[in-house]
């Protein structure tokens, strides 16, 4: 995609909830769907660039969502500063989590990872003075204001995400281009050539982590700030968080720029329509569709949604330009 | 007077029960081209790993001009100067070929100037015309001289050539020890590994024989040529020009 294109499609997207519903029910599965491409693409980082399955990534959102939430109860700080002391918690468990993690390779470190989440998870449900224990936090609404990231209809929520999604993308962009990109690259396809070639492969590895979690976090914050209410399961779940992102990615196109957002586009939606419309007529049915129709994607775009984009645009452009050779002749 | 470049002193490597690696000590100076022969299974490749950081020795130093690297990582020991290219040739493959030289030049400076010193490289290597294909898609020999091009990449003052030259011909094999020429005058330190016997006798000053893990030989190429211990461990079966 060129920059101009780039820049068609956020004008698109801002566009877009003016056609819809201020308070409705597809602006609302559209603000979550561009959350989780976010996250997608802070998880892009690690998963894609360094080709590291992470299946933890709920610690990070849960503790960005757990901080400013507090702040906010207890002090009355904006979760503006707390998204920012949500971020540096983020990026410290991160660190945290590289230490030990770092040697593990492929499963054992997508298991790693998903035990580090638990963890958090076990002690958000246990901890309870402190976190409210299994009942949960609730958001403290005050009036609505951008200066307490609170609003009262859901679309200034999707503006809220779309520019969180541009911001996280944009980093991701910079990392790619930059020596960081090269690095984790290098470290990826091959790290005993690329320590030889003068890569501290250890410190990419941090660097990447760090970065992924803290914007994790930072996500987190905007979530608990949506959703108004959430539980140790809703923000430090593996199914609800860990795995639903990496698996947004994978089927979006894992390491490109655009699959956190197709992914997230097409799963967030697919899995509200399988829970509406399929619930009342047969428990466990539409878990099962959604299920069936995840593998049916998987197997037949196996490089993700991003390449079948582009193989797709490759086309069309193929055939504008042969009708425009053809109507010259 | 001098301290050698890469001196390296009662070096050993044991994986479980086996010693690859059994006090080898040599030295080599700046300027010199030396090679390294050996029967297949000698060691030769787990001492150039051992060299460049990726295995910890059992035993033993190795000291880059003077000073001491043992034990340090790869990525250190790089910075100082010591890389080497792999036998099994380990590109990385989803990258270009240029992506993949640059990688090398990030080393000392940013991607930008990399870029063009990586461009550099790859015109010195002769393989220039292929800077924007695909790693993965490569012959072994192209693969072989864009590992050489990123080692390169990272300016050492020594490198070390695992098995370059293995599946050239002779006009190709001719230009890469055209190349190796080249290098030295440049003030580049080399030590290959070759199973090619004339391509080795020809260019080295100097010739190392690893047999078993040991250094059994050490000397000009005339003279390793008939060292009675070598042409019984190596040149006897082995000598194939
Ligand atoms: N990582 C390792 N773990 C265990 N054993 C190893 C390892 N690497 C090498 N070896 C063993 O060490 C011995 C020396 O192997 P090495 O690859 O260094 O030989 P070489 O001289 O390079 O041989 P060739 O000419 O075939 O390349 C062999 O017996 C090999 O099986
Ligand atoms: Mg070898």
Known sequence: ?329 | MNTPLLSVEGLSKRFGGLQALSDVTFAVNTGEIVGLIGPNGAGKSTLFSTLVGLHRPSAGKVALNGRDVTGLRPHVIAANGLTKTFQNVSLFAGSSVLDNVLIGGLVHSRVASARGFAMDCLKRVGISDIAQRSAGSLSFPERARVEVARALCTRPKVLLLDEVMAALNTAEMDEVIGLIRDLRKDGLTVVIVEHHMRAIMSVCDRIFVLNFGQLIADGPPAHIARHPEVVEAYLGREHDV
């Open chain 1, 1 to 329: 995609m060129t920059m101009r294109q780039t820049f068609l499609l956020i004008c698109f997207a801002t566009l877009i909830p003016l056609a819809l519903e201020p308070n409705g029910y597809y602006i609302r599965i559209l603000t979550l769907a561009l959350l989780f491409a976010a996250l997608g693409q802070a998880w892009n980082i690690v998963g894609g660039l360094a080709g590291q399955m992470s299946l933890g990534h709920a610690a990070f959102f849960g503790l960005g969502a757990y901080t400013s939430t507090l702040l906010l109860i207890h002090f009355g700080i904006s979760p503006w500063i707390g998204m920012l002391a949500g971020g540096v918690l983020g990026g410290i468990a991160a660190f945290l989590l590289s230490l030990p993690t770092m040697r593990l390779k492929g499963h054992y470190f997508a298991l790693g990872t998903l035990a580090f989440a638990e963890v958090f998870r076990v002690i958000a449900n246990t901890w309870s003075s402190l976190t409210g224990g299994p009942v949960g936090l609730s958001v403290p609404f005050s009036e609505p204001s951008l200066a307490m990231l609170q609003f009262n209809e859901t679309r200034s929520y999707y503006y809220l995400m779309l520019a969180a999604f541009v911001a996280v993308s944009m980093i991701f962009v910079i990392i790619v281009q930059g020596r960081l990109g090269y690095r984790l690259r290098a470290v990826k396809e091959g790290p005993d050539a690329a320590e030889v070639i003068g890569v501290n492969t250890t410190r990419v590895k941090i660097h990447a982590a760090v970065i992924s979690g803290s914007l994790t976090a930072m996500l987190g914050t905007l979530y608990a700030q949506l959703n108004f209410f959430f539980d140790p399961d809703t923000v430090f779940g593996a199914l609800q968080i860990s795995i639903r992102i990496a698996l947004i990615v994978i089927v979006g196109g894992i390491g490109t720029l655009f699959g956190p957002l197709l992914g997230a586009l097409l799963i967030i939606p697919l899995e509200e329509f399988a829970n509406v419309m399929l619930a009342d007529r047969a428990a466990g049915l539409s878990q099962l569709t959604y299920g069936a129709l995840l593998m049916a994607i998987v197997l037949l775009q196996p490089q993700g949604l991003a390449e079948f984009a582009k193989k797709l645009a490759a086309r069309i452009s193929g055939k504008v330009m042969s009708s425009k050779t053809e109507a010259r002749t």
